[in-house]
């Protein structure tokens, strides 16, 4: 199995300043998601981190605003740009293992702006 | 695109006691994962048990155990013996098995809040 931690584990934050998220994983995996969790809400999906290109996003999301990196197998990071109230939420970060039948998240990331 | 609905928002049972959570979901794939995770206060989402859809054979992991229903598009969780520590929130997800764009993509479900009583 994948350990993958993330930091910061929480942040607040001032409207309009940005935030940049790290993930880190402790083996090779094949890919790896960001996700949005607003609070007392389900998990939402906010794009697919891929390896040296530009991630794919989902309905909703933009590159402006979530840009992503990956610039190996095992780092990514995601920044929440020009931060409103409604962007305070638990991000996560997910990865499928090299075996394809497990799915990894880490701690989360707590975000409030104020 | 693929649904999944948990129609609990809320569940509890007594310690010691079985308690089974509800998931539906729909799609038109035959070939996909679907997971049930956990997630305590501390948000941490913890894998507790999958399903790969081409296994008749229903997962278990200790006390938890699914009821699949392919035909049915249903995958209920049931936990034996309830504990203190299964309090949490539950999520179902599905996930397409099959190559290309929304390969390893989870759908989630609403969640069911699980409270345990000593």
């Known amino acids: 199995s994948a350990v993958i931690s993330q930091k910061p584990s929480r942040d607040i934050c001032q409207r309009g300043t940005s935030l940049t998220i790290q993930c880190q994983v402790d083996?090779?995996?094949?890919?790896m998601f960001w996700y949005r969790q607003q609070p007392g809400q389900s998990l939402t999906l906010i794009a697919t981190?891929?390896?040296?290109?530009?991630?794919?996003?989902e309905s909703g999301f933009v590159i402006d605003k979530f840009p992503i990196s990956r610039p190996n197998l095992t780092f990514s990071t995601l920044t929440v740009s020009n931060m409103s109230p409604e962007d305070s939420s638990i991000y996560l970060c997910?990865?499928?293992?090299?075996?394809?039948?497990?799915?990894?998240f880490g701690p989360g990331t707590r975000l409030t702006v104020l | 695109a693929q649904t999944v609905t948990q129609s609990q928002p809320e569940m509890s049972v007594q310690e010691a006691e079985t308690v089974t959570l509800s998931c539906t979901y729909d799609t038109s794939e035959s070939d996909y994962y679907l997971f049930w995770y956990k997630q305590p206060p501390s948000r941490q989402m913890i894998l507790v048990i999958r399903?790969?859809?081409?296994?008749?054979q229903n997962a278990t992991e200790n006390r938890f155990s699914v009821n699949f229903q392919k035909a049915a598009k249903s995958f209920s969780l049931k936990i034996s013996d309830s504990q203190l520590g299964d309090a949490a929130m539950y999520f179902c997800?599905?996930?397409?098995?099959?190559?290309?764009?929304?390969?390893?993509?989870?759908?989630f479900g609403q969640g069911t809040i699980l409270t345990v009583h000593p």
């Open positions: 997910s990865a499928v293992g090299q075996g394809h039948n497990e799915q990894f």
């Open positions: 997800a599905y996930r397409r098995n099959a190559g290309g764009t929304s390969y390893g993509k989870l759908t």
């Open positions: 981190a891929n390896q040296g290109s530009e991630a794919t996003y």
């Open positions: 083996s090779q995996v094949t890919m």
């Open positions: 399903q790969e859809a081409y296994k008749q």
